[in-house]
């Protein structure tokens, strides 16, 4: 059993502490080790008066008993006087208990100014008051207990307590932000409503409930709320007769009393006001913030430029799917550079550690490249109507959304930058029990209309399952099992704290990853790192283990979210290698538990078969590629993959050659298919005259020329242009 809970060294300010439940907290601090700040007036609890004598009974009291406790007499109105007092006689405060009070009870007709403004002053300034002049010591001690005191009146109301009511409930408003505010500076603060026989309730309860109701059954709750392990904060609790309960906010789920084709009307409300009333699937909202963000589920029913917008029949919990897989989604172009790209390639945990890495890094290396799963950004940027209510069907708690399954494939590699247009739809809405799982394909296109990437997004949002939808779809890419035998081959790196942190520069902005009270909204306790974070590391282990970091080898990925992962957290990616197939999976290796299942990337074969020459139109775009990744990564690579993906020889003054040269005089290089015959190449490299002083000198050669578009291939076919295109968007960096 954990021991007492005790204050020694610590410094509390009870106001009005000379009697009652103040006074009773002081001899509780007291008795527990703390230096105690007595506080009192000595007025009537009509504020009248003033006198020293109550809080020098309570002084002397403690000191009779050992305890250390010093009088203040101020109004808390003065509060820099009270913490003064703390300050001089003690070096510090460490807790305040705003409990100072009067009563200026009137039927709400009858009360005047001056009894409303008293009240205000005492109650609600005078917390503040007292509290402000405290806060800079709490700061800069990181620590700090604040409670003020609500009452019943102020949550229930209370015939003739008017003035006081709202100073009551004005205080819990007051200590909720403070706990927020304080957060940071483990300053926690939270607010009572007592019931206790005192001065002030002897007038409005009878004599018998009064003597029953001591202030001895309230001082513990006070006390245990201000212990440095107690961590509770922005709570308000009722306290009377030993009997301790806490209060939350209850809210219905509500109705929306307009449509996209009807106005909000006096007549609207009335006829949804039992629904509006209705607290059966109620929820208990903590945050303005999570108040606000159901108003963005609502939107979603509300999409108007869907017209007309039926309201949704086949659901009970906001899911139409018929709705959704008929929404019409405006295609997004996403224009981007090489910083994008590289910000990207941090995000998932390129490093310049790792020499291979640079050419995801460096927009000057010869062979810099874009990151093949960089196919995200372009497609999520063309379905945040999940988020942001666009999806006509969808109306969806965003606190709920879990990136559950993701699938990629590429047809291109990126250049280093450009637009690229990609096109949403919702491909089905699954009923899985624990959520909904919505599946939204994109086609990502570039500037020439050629479809570069397609994505398909698995979202579950949880919670929001139960619509009586199907359960499976043959939309959804399946997964795959890994082979039975021991992985052929793991790689492990630790992600940083701030990976979220950084992943989320690159587009995807959901608070869930870096938020803590957006992440506690979704049952988390700290913000979990993107999926397509995971799914990046991932992707990364494979492509480096199996395919030597060329990224126009990517076909496709698939893989399933299946655990939540923490920023900080160590991935290790086992791989099965199988022909093309590489399965793989990832676990977290601090906890064991496996985060990324049932998923393989799919890799384009590495050597192009040799093409006779009436094949060279025909070829497939990775064998395109394959040529172009030559000729980045060298002169005698390019030779080679040339002569293999088209079948074509390079020469010099008509003889074949093994480097890529350039005829210095002419600054033309020529391209065979077959056998070479003078004066008759299918395509010419040309080059600027400029251009080739410099080449000629060695200020520049031929992979740079081309990189910077300086040197051209000019042909008329289709593949040779294909490849000059290519060399076109790399001269772009
Ligand atoms: C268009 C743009 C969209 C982009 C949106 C993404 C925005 C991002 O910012 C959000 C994120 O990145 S969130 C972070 C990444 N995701 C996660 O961490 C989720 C991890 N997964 C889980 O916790 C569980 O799988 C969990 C909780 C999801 C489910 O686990 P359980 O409750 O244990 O479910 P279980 O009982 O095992 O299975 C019930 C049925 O659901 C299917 N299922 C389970 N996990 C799934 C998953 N991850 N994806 C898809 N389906 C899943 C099961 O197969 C089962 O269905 P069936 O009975 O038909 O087999």
Redesign the pocket.
């Known amino acids: 059993m954990p021991g007492p809970l005790r204050f020694d060294g610590k410094v509390v300010l009870v106001t009005g502490a000379g009697q009652g439940l103040g006074r009773e907290y002081a001899l509780l601090f007291a008795e527990r080790g703390a230096s105690v700040v007595v506080n009192d007036l000595g007025g009537s609890f009509k504020g009248e008066g003033q006198s020293t004598s109550a809080a020098d009974k309570v002084v002397n009291e403690i000191k009779a008993k050992g305890g250390k406790a010093v009088a203040n007499y101020d109004s808390v109105e003065f509060g820099e006087k009270l913490v003064e007092t703390a300050i001089k006689a003690f070096g510090r405060i460490d807790i305040v208990i705003n409990n100072a009070g009067i009563l200026r009870d009137k039927s709400f007709a009858r009360i005047s100014d001056l009894d409303w403004d008293l009240i205000q002053k005492v109650h609600l300034r005078g917390s503040f008051s007292v509290t402000r002049a405290a806060w800079p010591y709490m700061k800069k001690n990181n620590f700090g207990r604040i409670i003020m005191t609500s009452s019943a009146s102020g949550i229930y109301g209370n015939f003739g307590q008017a003035n006081y009511s709202a100073a009551k409930l004005g205080l819990v408003g007051l200590s909720n932000t403070l706990s927020i505010e304080g957060n940071k500076y483990n300053i926690r603060c939270n607010a009572i409503a007592p019931s206790a026989g005192s001065r002030m309730t002897e007038t409005v309860m009878p004599p018998e409930l009064v003597a029953a109701l001591k202030p001895e059954y309230v001082a513990p709750l006070v006390v245990y709320l201000c212990h440095e392990e107690t961590e509770e904060t922005g709570s308000l609790f009722e306290v009377g007769a030993g009997w301790i309960s806490k209060l939350r906010w209850e809210r219905t789920k509500g109705a929306v009393c307009r449509t996209s084709t009807s106005k909000m009307t006096p007549e609207s409300v009335r006829d949804s006001w039992e629904t509006i009333s209705d607290f059966t699937d109620s929820t208990n909202p903590t945050t303005s913030r999570e108040s606000t963000a159901h108003l963005i589920g609502v939107l979603s029913q509300l999409d108007e430029s869907e017209k007309p917008a039926p309201t949704p029949t086949s659901s009970s919990r906001g899911i139409n799917v018929e709705m959704a897989k008929a929404a019409k989604f405006k295609s997004m172009t996403y224009e981007y550079g090489p910083k994008d790209a590289i910000l990207y390639a941090l995000g998932v945990g390129y490093t310049t550690k790792d020499e291979d890495y640079l050419k995801f890094l460096f927009e000057g290396s010869e062979d810099f490249s874009v990151v093949p799963s960089f196919a995200v950004l372009p ?2 940027a063309s ?2 109507g ?2 942001t209510g666009g999806i006509p069907g969808m109306n969806i708690d965003i606190t709920k ?5 993701q699938y990629m494939e590429f047809y291109k590699p990126f250049p280093s930058h450009g637009k690229l247009i990609s096109q ?1 739809r919702v491909a089905d809405v ?1 009923d ?4 909904a ?2 599946i ?1 394909d ?1 086609d990502t296109y570039d500037e020439n209309k050629e479809k570069v990437a397609f994505n398909q ?4 949002v ?1 919670g929001a399952g139960g619509f009586q939808g199907a ?2 779809s043959d939309a959804l890419k399946k997964m795959v099992k890994p082979p039975k035998r021991a992985p052929d081959a793991s790689m492990a790196e630790k992600t940083c704290v701030d990976q979220a942190a950084l992943y989320r520069l690159t587009g ?1 902005r ?1 608070p ?2 870096i938020d803590p009270s957006f992440a506690a909204m979704g049952g988390f306790k700290t913000p ?7 799914f990046g590391f991932a992707t990364r282990h494979v492509l480096k283990t199996y395919a030597n970091n060329d990224v126009s080898r990517m076909k496709a990925i698939k893989a ?6 923490l920023p900080g957290e160590t991935l290790q990616t086992d791989m099965w290698k199988d022909g093309n197939r590489i399965y793989f999976q990832c676990k977290v290796v601090e906890t064991g538990v496996t ?1 990324l299942t049932g998923a393989y990337v799919d890799l384009y074969q590495s050597e192009s078969p040799t093409t006779s020459p009436g094949q060279a139109d025909s070829l497939k775009s990775d064998a395109l590629f394959e040529g172009m990744k030559a000729q980045v990564v060298g002169q005698k690579d390019l030779v080679k993959k040339i002569k293999a993906c088209f079948g074509w020889e390079i020469t010099k003054n008509g003889k074949k050659v093994s480097e890529w040269t350039v005829d210095m005089k002419t600054g033309d290089g020529e391209l065979y298919r077959g056998t070479p015959k003078k004066g008759k190449a299918d395509c010419t490299i040309i080059i600027s005259d400029d251009d080739l002083i410099d080449l000629a000198s060695g200020k520049l050669n031929g992979q740079t020329a081309f990189m910077q578009g300086k040197m051209k291939i000019k042909g008329n076919i289709m593949t040779a242009q294909k490849l000059s295109d290519l060399f076109k968007q790399q001269s772009k960096l």
Not at 432 to 435: I, N, S, W
């Open positions: 497609a999520q379905s945040t999940l988020f959304i879990l990136h559950g399954e949403a699954l899985k029990g624990v959520g799982l919505i939204i994109v997004f698995a979202t579950m949880i359960k499976n995807d959901n869930l990853h979990i790192l993107h999926g397509m974070c995971s399933r979210f299946s655990k939540p992962v985060c």
